[in-house]
């Protein structure tokens, strides 16, 4: 979301990469199906689910989105706030935000977005406790003008001597509950024939040299301890924080990098609901408001919001992770420091007579960021996943594989969707549909020049980043 607070995580390390080991030959049933027209997506998160629903509407063949979690949106997608929009500073990513913001818009029209995923407008206001200037590291973005404490929410009790400021109105922001809306997209996937492989992991790709194409993909079922193959023509990796080490597991021999960041950021949350029931300023004004604290305590380094049935929202400032668990439902929140969020959140509540809190949810979750503090959307090159003197891993099992160029709808090859950071939900919608026009061969609707794989001198930030 902020490029100001991305600019604080510039003097992390370089990458370094990790390389993983194929696992060893398993028993491996066939999944019957249209083994040349198949697209596999690796990762449940927004930007999968997304991809899965762009293209479905794109192109009729068959989809499957797999992943080593339970269930979808386990990671950032299902714990994140769900602020999306089209303000901000200017920088390569505006155009995706406003085709995002836009086809958000489209959906909440014609899905009921406020009743079937919690759409609403959101005013973006800061809170100081020392005044604006136009730099101020605890805000993402500027104040456009200051405002009087009363155009804020009923909901917020403002101390003596703060100040407020409005950073946009709900003309270009907006906010939907992320449960909601994965559940949404999961159910719409479906219905289309979308097919979902949890507890699932991807083991190698299986290619045909000959024809440069890919022809499947081997993964394995946690439970069943049963890996399959299933024929596909495209893989498209979007699985946020593990997107490099499924990339660097399945083409061992690329010269290509997902430029992970050596530590992992991630941001700690809480959820509250106001026990005994009172009028609530969202339901008053029928949207919702985001708020932004600005003061020089750095427990009070919080932003907070209102969703439409009257929750609150408020995530904390941001942990680097060295080690990261297989999976998103392992990454745990220290229960102090949730703590801490909550009672400085609570400071923040106005209650009414005999109204309490209650924390509904809690949690930590990884953002996808890469050292270039850019995402990727890319089709990558054979060559660069295969250089040629490196010996190409061949499956044995009998797929056919089409010549590209025939007659199909998919142009076939590996895709790369990942790096997001904060900007993941909000951008959600119009990376799924780039990267679906990339997979059937159109040409994108936004310029993804700035997103290719960065060349080696790009990998540290410095060329890139704004
Ligand atoms: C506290 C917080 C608040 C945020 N607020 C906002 C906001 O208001 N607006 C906004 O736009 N963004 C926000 N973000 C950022 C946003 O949540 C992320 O950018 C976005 O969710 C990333 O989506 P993703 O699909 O790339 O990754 P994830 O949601 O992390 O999903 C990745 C998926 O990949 C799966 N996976 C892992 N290993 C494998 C494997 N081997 N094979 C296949 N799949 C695998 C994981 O299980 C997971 O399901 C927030 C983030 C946090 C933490």
């Known amino acids: 979301m902020s490029r100001l607070i991305k600019n604080l995580f510039a003097l992390i390390p370089a990458f370094t990469y990790r390389r993983s080991h194929l696992a060893p030959p398993v028993q491996e049933p066939l999944l019957a199906n249209n083994a040349a027209d198949s697209t596999v997506i690796l990762g449940a998160g927004i930007i999968g689910l997304s991809t899965a ?88 973005w500027p104040v456009q003008e200051p405002e009087d404490i009363s155009n804020l929410p009923a909901w917020l009790k403002v101390p003596r001597g ?115 029931p009172r009028r609530s300023e969202a339901g008053t004004k029928g949207s919702c408001q985001q708020i932004w604290l600005s003061a020089d305590s750095e427990d009070l380094d919080i932003h907070m919001s209102s969703f439409l049935d009257g929750e609150f929202y408020a995530a904390g400032g941001f942990v680097d992770l060295s080690d990261i668990p297989d999976t998103p439902d392992k990454v745990t929140s220290p229960s102090h420091v949730t703590d801490i969020i909550e009672q400085n959140t609570r400071e923040f509540l106005a209650l009414g007579l005999g109204e309490t809190v209650q924390a509904v949810g809690s949690g930590r979750a990884l953002l ?32 056919a594989a089409r010549p590209v160029g025939d ?19 909000a951008l959600g919608p119009a990376s799924g549909k780039v990267v679906s026009e990339l997979i059937t061969g159109q040409s994108p609707s936004v310029d993804l020049s700035n997103f290719g794989f960065p060349k080696a001198d790009e990998e540290s930030g410095d060329s890139r980043d704004n």
């Open 162 to 276: 703060w100040v407020a400021g409005l950073i946009a109105n709900q003309t270009h922001c907006a906010r939907l509950d992320p449960p909601k809306f994965c559940r949404f997209l999961q159910k719409e996937c479906e219905s289309r024939g979308v097919r979902f492989l949890f507890n699932t992991t991807a083991l190698s790709a299986a290619t045909d040299a000959s024809r440069r194409t890919l022809t499947g993909i081997k993964v394995l079922n946690k439970g069943s301890k049963k890996a399959m193959n299933i024929p596909c023509k495209n893989i498209v990796i979007s699985a946020g924080s593990w997107s490099e080490k499924v990339f660097s597991t399945l083409f061992p021999s690329s010269r290509l990098r997902i430029p992970s960041t050596e530590q992992q950021p991630a941001q700690d949350w809480i959820r509250l609901k106001i026990k005994k």
């Open 407 to 425: 007659d199909s709808d998919v142009a076939g090859g590996v895709f790369v969707s990942t790096g997001h950071y904060l900007d993941g939900f």
């Open 53 to 140: 629903y762009s293209l479905s509407e794109m192109s009729k063949q068959t989809i499957y989105i797999v992943d080593p979690a339970s269930k979808a949106c386990v990671g950032a997608s299902g714990q994140c706030e769900g602020a999306i929009g089209d303000f901000g500073v200017e920088n390569e990513l505006s155009p995706l935000n406003q085709l995002s913001y836009e086809l958000y818009q489209q959906l909440a029209e014609q899905q009921s977005g406020k009743e079937t995923f919690g759409y609403s407008g959101m005013d973006v206001h800061a809170l100081s406790s020392h005044g604006f200037n136009s730099s101020d590291p605890h805000l993402p």
């Open 368 to 399: 996808p960021r890469l050292t270039t503090n850019l995402p990727i959307m890319a089709k990558a090159a054979w060559d660069d996943l295969f250089p040629s003197k490196t010996k190409l891993q061949e499956h044995s099992s009998p797929i």
